[in-house]
């Protein structure tokens, strides 16, 4: 029993592992892949953005109603410790213009494989295509290519992840078995996702995959308040995504939630005033067309023409004062966040409050919990990676400290 079970190969379980072992506990990871961190080899596919130079504690309030929960874990391993630690694995890294850290060459496998290594060689057992599920007389049970096998642990980490991207291992398969021991769980939600907005067939064939920028989002939360946004997004075959969109996920989502839909607006002309785009705008025309006119006077055309058209219909250029608010205050009605499999994270899991400061799950003594899995959200820019390690180390220091006392 002075071994510590970590199911679940992503950072999350990984950290957990290495801080474990540190400790002197024998540790396993099981892993459901036939190898670990597959979805931490995708996120390095756009160039690992593995945590943000952004201070505390406006970096802990990117969790939102659980930054002082994260501020907490941060204490412990903050996101200087983080490239700390991956200089201390040979992997330098630099911050980008907007502020994200990344590795100095911008992907994860070679960060992974050397931290695989290591523990390797710091004596932590992998066992992949070991899928638990779930538990028989207080064993751990996993299906392996072997059949069935019962596990005792002196403590176990379940870093399992969050539903998106299931194809890549996280597929939340865990929520009924832990809700079944007790453990308050909330629902898994796209996080990170695009929305649907159902274009006609005529604007989705034409313009899906183009990129809208610069524009400024307009958008009320759940609660009223407007807030604004200046980046990009990018039209899809069903709505709107991109790192724009996805900022503001949570809250259009909670909106759509409480009102059946939610209004986001665009300016699609940031750099210029509402008078000056009307003055451009009543200018002759010349005998030139709408499109043509938009172009020259206001700079939009494309997608961006298209998506006043779309709102205004052939009567677009009746109006002049009516097709200038438009280009500022583009009305999008969303209906609904994409689904959770081409999320990028997800909202929802286990609740905090279901667990102690040591990330310990108060229904099951000796069970901790760690990563995605947990019920916190926040925007992409390194910090979804950034809870995901942090909390690993606290949960596999908790398991470590609770095996200590077991032993003692
Ligand atoms: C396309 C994409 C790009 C991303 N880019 C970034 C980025 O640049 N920066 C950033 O901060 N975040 C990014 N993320 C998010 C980030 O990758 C995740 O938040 C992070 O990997 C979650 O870590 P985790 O350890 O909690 O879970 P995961 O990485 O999902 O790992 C969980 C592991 O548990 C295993 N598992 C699940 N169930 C079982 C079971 N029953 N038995 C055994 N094993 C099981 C899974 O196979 C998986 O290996 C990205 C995500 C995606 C999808």
Redesign the pocket.
Known sequence: MNRIAI???????LMAAEVARASGAEVDV????GS?????L??G???????HSERRPAFDRRYRERSDDVAAWLDGFDADALRDWARDLGVDTYVGTSGRVFPMDRKAAPLLRGWVRRLREDGVRFHVQ????GWTDGALR?DTPDGELLVHAGATVL????G??PQ????G??TPWLSAQGVDVAPLLSSNCGFDIGWSGHFAQRHAGTPLKPVVAYWRDAGGAEHSLQGECVVTATGIEGSLVYALSASLRDSITAHGSAMLHLDLAPGRDLARLERDLSKSRDGRSLGEHLRRQSGISGAKAALVFEALGKSAGDDIARLARTIKRLPLRLLRPRPIEEA??SAGGVRLEAMDASLMLRAMPGVFC????LDWEAP???????A?FTS?RRAGLGAAKWLGKAAA
């Open positions: 199911i679940g190969g992503g950072p999350a379980g099981y892993e459901a892949k670990v961190g597959r979805k931490f995708i996120a596919k756009g160039g690992l953005n593995l945590t070991h899928r638990w599920t996993f870093a399992l992840g969050g998106s991207w890549l291992g996280s597929d398969a865990w990028i994270s760690a990563g995605e899995m992409t820019g390194g910090y979804l990676l950034t995901c690993g």
